[in-house]
Structures are given as structure tokens and as C-alpha cells.
């Protein structure tokens, strides 16, 4: 083909004309003379003999006795290979008819799969600022528990720390702790009955602002299709780390690549509207929480943990990353970073948010220990109840910061607001010291 390219080129054109195919294929079932070969083509007997004339020429055909004509091997060759040309061309648009069919029908499928699908059971995100409690206890409350945020705060012992970002008070606070103390909380949160599994990641995601990588996506995906599973197969809600902002938030179903939501944003008013599977915000680490089985519930013997854990967590005697500071201590750096931070460096969401964080774990703290000196009226109840009263002393204070510094993500922060401010967190801080002692006092009243 590389040696005669125009004699290949001349001998396709000649064969490519409708009217020599159809003579070349008359010929293919035996002789033909020129009368019928001119009734069969229809064509007249100028033209035709043209047509007869270029074949020959070719020897294609060959003339074989006056008027008649037959095939010679070679066109015989080259009608057999453009049949087969034909052929395979008409097969390959026939397969792509098919794939085009299989797609459309694929794509009426995917649409399909874009149905809505909630669990069966009532699940929503209950009112609070941490966002642990919130979607926890949501959680169990729509698996059968008779609980609320007190005692996800409380037997968790979350509610009892309180942890701050040093030189700067960042949001962070509330939830930026190694993962051996969120181990900790929630495995201290399985006493409320039920085993939690986790799906995680390390690593912020996404890594750096702006999209994802394709293989963060990746990561993503995973839990996404774990968490369909659980959908499916269980009916269960999860709590996911990421959702809207950096916080806990509930998955209640699931819409095509999208999670079905509950979060804190329905306590505003907000619509809920469905969250891509790669669209989240999870700093540190991506991180989903799964309520696996029931177990039953160890009464006493739990709630004296609870009440160890309690004096850890309010002790800062649990892991606690290297910038920050955690107890007591913290109330001090808070208030330094209030007084001797420039304003133009104070960050006001901070304040705001790790406040109002910080006021309603101190109600929440003072309301389990109450529960807890209700339910045993031992000698380590009035111990139970002065801590509690302690913590209701830090509450109300944490209540007037609150209204220096009112939630929103941008203020005015100055600096009498900030004295005053610096003031208050000193005041809790003895508070928080005497409310360990006496929580102390109690678990060696219960102990013996």
C-alpha cells in the first residue's frame, strides 16, 4: 500500500460509485448479459456501457462472449472486502446504538437513586452551643435513649473542661483536643447505652483553603458510602464531623451525592438544605461517629465514673494539646489575652463564641451534678450539690461575659468591655477550683 498508493486510491474510486457496486454484485451470482444487466440497474445503455467499459478497464469484470460479462477473482476480492468493511462498520454503529442505549438507561437509574431516604426515626439536633452534645444526643434520643444534652455533656465529662488557644482567644477552644481525650469522651459516652464506632481520617479537610484534592474526594467518598450503608442496612443516624462549619452535625438520610441534614443551623431558623458528600469543613481530622450497638447501662458503677471523669476533665488532667491550656489555668490566659492583646489583634467571634460555648457548659455541669446528687442521697449528695452550686456561680458570671461579647463573627471589642471581661473569667476561676474540691470530696464519701 506504501509502493502504489494512487493505483489503491484510483481502484477505490472506481469501485465507489452505487451503480458499478450494483453490477459487480450481479456479477457475484454468475453471468449476466447486457440486456438484463440494463433491466436489472435500471440504467440506460449509454451509461451502462460506460460503467462495463471502466470495470473491464480495471479487470474487475471481463467480457466473456458478445454482450455477456462476468466477475474476475479480483473483483470478486474487492466486492468480499468491502462487504466486509460494510459489514463491520454497520456492527460497530449497531454497538454504539447499544452503548448509547445502556448509558441512557444507566442515566434513568442514577436518577432514580436521587430519591430522598431519611431513617425511619425522628432525628434532630438538639439546642445547645457544643455541638457534640447537640448531635449526640439527637442521636440517641432517636435510637430509644432517654437522655438529653446534660448527660451527654456530663458522663462524657466534656462539659467539665474548659480549654483555650494560648496568646489569642481563637473558636478553637471548645473543640480542639488530641484524640486520645476525644477517645476518651467517646468512649465514656457509650455509658448512655450505646457503642459508638468512628470512621476517620487524620488531617484537616480539605487540606488547604479552597477545593479538595481528587484524593481527599476520595476519602470522602468513603465515608459517604459507609454512611449510606448505615442508611440502608440499619437505619440509623450519624454524627459527622464538618458539616456547614467546623462542628458536629447530624446525617439523617442521604439525596443522590448529598447528606440529608440536621444541625445547628435549624435552632436559627436556617433552611437545612442537603450538604455535597465533598463540600465539608473538618479542621484536624475527618471524623464520622456510628451508634453500633445497645448495651445495657451499668447505673452506679457508671455514674461514679462519670464523676471521676468529671474531676479529670474539670483538672485539665487529660491530654491537652501543646497551645492551649485547659482548667482553672485557662480562665487566667483568657483574661490576660483580654487585657493585654492590642484590639486591632483580638478576635471577637473568639470571645463570643467560646463564651457563650463556655456559659452554657457551666448550666450544664451544675444540672448534672444535681441529677447525680438527686438520684444517690448519700453523704456525697451535699457534696454533689455545693459543686453544683459552685458551677451555677460560674454560669451566672459567664452569663454577664456573655453579654459583654453577644455572638456574632465580627464586634467592637473595646478595651473597657475586655477589663471588664478579664474581671469576670477571674472570678470563675475560684469557682472552678472549689466545685473540683468538693466533687472530690464526694467520690470518696461515695467510694467508702
Known amino acids: 500500500m506504501l509502493e502504489s498508493p494512487d493505483g489503491i486510491a484510483e481502484l477505490l474510486k472506481l469501485a465507489a460509485h452505487p451503480a458499478r457496486i450494483q453490477i459487480m454484485a450481479l456479477l457475484l451470482q454468475g453471468e449476466h448479459e447486457f440486456s438484463n444487466l440494463m433491466q436489472q440497474t435500471k440504467l440506460s445503455k449509454t451509461a451502462l456501457a460506460n460503467h462495463l467499459n471502466q470495470l473491464v478497464d480495471k479487470e474487475l469484470i ?8 462476468n466477475l474476475t477473482a479480483d473483483g470478486k476480492e474487492l466486492l468480499r472486502a468491502a462487504a466486509a468493511m460494510y459489514e463491520g462498520s454497520v456492527q460497530r454503529q449497531k454497538t454504539e ?37 447537640g448531635a449526640v444526643a439527637g442521636c440517641l434520643r432517636a435510637l430509644g435513649t432517654d437522655c438529653d444534652t446534660v448527660d451527654v455533656g456530663g458522663h ?20 480542639a483536643f488530641p484524640e486520645k481525650t476525644w477517645n476518651q469522651i467517646r468512649k465514656a459516652t457509650e455509658e448512655l447505652g450505646w457503642t459508638i464506632g468512628t470512621l476517620a481520617y487524620e488531617g484537616s479537610y ?19 458510602d459507609k454512611i449510606k450503608q448505615e442508611i440502608d442496612e440499619k437505619d440509623r443516624p ?13 446525617v439523617k438520610g442521604y439525596e443522590g451525592d448529598s447528606y440529608i441534614v440536621s444541625t445547628f443551623r435549624s435552632l436559627s431558623g436556617q433552611p437545612e438544605d442537603p450538604i455535597l458528600f465533598h463540600d465539608l469543613k473538618a479542621p484536624g481530622c475527618l471524623d464520622a461517629l456510628f451508634f453500633c450497638d445497645k448495651v445495657k447501662r451499668r447505673d452506679e458503677t457508671a455514674d461514679k465514673g462519670a464523676l471521676r471523669r468529671a474531676i479529670n476533665f474539670a483538672s485539665a488532667e487529660v491530654p491537652i494539646l501543646g497551645n492551649y491550656v485547659a482548667g482553672p489555668a485557662a480562665l487566667d490566659e483568657w483574661a490576660n489575652v483580654l487585657e493585654t492583646l492590642p484590639e486591632e489583634k483580638q478576635n ?17 455541669c451544675a444540672q448534672f451534678l444535681k441529677r447525680l446528687a438527686k438520684k444517690y442521697s448519700g453523704k456525697q449528695s451535699k457534696h454533689l450539690l455545693k459543686a453544683a452550686e459552685c458551677y451555677e456561680k460560674s454560669w451566672k458570671l459567664m452569663k454577664e461575659l456573655t453579654q459583654l461579647f453577644p455572638f456574632k ?8 468591655d475586655r477589663k471588664k ?19 472530690k470530696n464526694a467520690l470518696e464519701e461515695w467510694t467508702h
Open 97 to 133: 446504538r447499544q452503548l448509547l442505549s445502556r448509558r441512557y438507561t444507566e442515566g434513568l437509574n442514577v436518577v432514580k437513586t436521587l430519591e430522598r431516604k431519611v431513617v425511619s426515626k425522628k432525628v434532630e439536633y438538639q439546642p445547645c452551643w457544643i455541638s457534640y452534645f
Open 421 to 439: 471581661g478579664a474581671e469576670l473569667l477571674r472570678k470563675v476561676k475560684p469557682n472552678e477550683e472549689e466545685a473540683i474540691q468538693h466533687m
Open 348 to 364: 471577637y467571634h473568639g470571645n463570643s463564641y467560646v463564651g457563650a460555648c463556655y456559659c452554657e457548659s457551666r448550666e450544664t
Open 238 to 250: 450519624v454524627v459527622l464531623w464538618g458539616l456547614v462549619v467546623p462542628e458536629y452535625g447530624i
Open 156 to 175: 462524657s465529662g466534656y462539659a467539665f473542661l474548659i480549654n483555650v488557644a494560648k496568646n489569642v482567644t481563637c473558636p478553637s477552644g471548645p473543640t
Open 206 to 224: 480539605p487540606e488547604k483553603e479552597g477545593s479538595p484534592t481528587p484524593k481527599e474526594i476520595e476519602k470522602v467518598r468513603k465515608i459517604f
Open 62 to 69: 471481463e467480457k466473456i462472449g458478445r454482450g455477456k460479462y
Open 409 to 416: 463573627f465580627q464586634g467592637d471589642i473595646p478595651f473597657a
